[in-house]
């Protein structure tokens, strides 16, 4: 089975702090897409990637920015954290065009 | 961009009836509609998807349909047990979206023992 970890289950970060969330898979994986999910608005893409180096925005990236140098790992930066920013956070992964993803067990993320 | 819509965004069943959520995507050009679900406090779990060449694909208890004239497919689960509880997320690809998936906004599904 494809694992997608992510490294921190929760977090609690500061307004203003610089926040980084990693996420790294096993398989192989081309692309790498990180979501944001909350209560009544589904699952929105921040940023995916389809190769080292490569980024392309989503649907919100407004405050982040992401970072892919291997590709195994796909992290994701919030510059400088904001309360609007608490979120449940998703990485997801796949092996190519139609193929389904595989999401990493989320980071809880609470900006206080 | 592909646009998907869910309905209804709640249903309730008792056990052992069937189940059915409707998603309706914009793009013509969408040619793979996977379905997701999400048990409370856990990751989405890939459950089944279907490609265009395909109008009907079965496992077990739940199946899907697409239409792709009407524009919307269809997660039918049968005979519902509590562990059917959860949030369903249905997504449409294409070529068009560069291999993202859009999803809807999910479907709480409960079923009442």
């Known amino acids: 089975d494809v694992k997608v970890t992510q490294s921190s289950r929760y977090l609690v970060k500061r307004t203003g702090e610089k926040v980084f969330l990693e996420c790294v898979q096993d398989?192989?994986?081309?692309?790498m897409f990180w979501y944001r999910q909350d209560p009544g608005l589904g699952l929105r893409l921040i940023y995916f990637?389809?190769?080292?180096?490569?980024?392309e925005k989503g649907d919100i990236p407004e405050g982040y920015s992401v970072s892919r140098e291997k590709k195994e790992r796909f992290s994701l930066i919030l510059e400088s954290a904001s309360t609007n920013q608490t979120s449940m956070y998703l990485c997801?992964?796949?092996?190519?065009?139609?193929?389904?993803?595989?999401f990493g067990s989320g980071t809880r993320l609470t900006v206080v | 961009g592909e646009n998907v819509e869910q309905h209804p965004s709640t249903l309730s069943v008792q056990e052992g009836d069937s189940a059915v959520i409707k998603c309706t995507y914009s793009?013509?050009?969408?040619?793979?509609f996977p379905w997701y679900k999400q048990e409370l406090g856990k990751r989405p779990q890939l459950i089944i998807d279907?490609?265009?060449?395909?109008g009907e694909k079965k496992d077990q208890r739940i199946a899907v349909t697409l239409n792709k004239t009407a524009k919307h497919f269809s997660l039918h689960i049968t005979e519902t047990q509590p562990e059917d509880s959860a949030v369903y997320f249905c997504?449409?690809?294409?070529?068009?979206?560069?291999?993202?998936?859009?999803f809807g906004k999910g479907n709480q599904v409960v079923v009442i023992p």
């Open positions: 997801a992964s796949n092996a190519g065009t139609n193929y389904g993803y595989t």
């Open positions: 398989m192989d994986h081309e692309n």
């Open positions: 990637s389809y190769d080292v180096k490569m980024k």
């Open positions: 793009d013509s050009a969408s040619n793979y």
């Open positions: 279907i490609r265009s060449n395909v």
């Open positions: 997504a449409a690809s294409g070529v068009r979206g560069n291999n993202r998936l859009a």
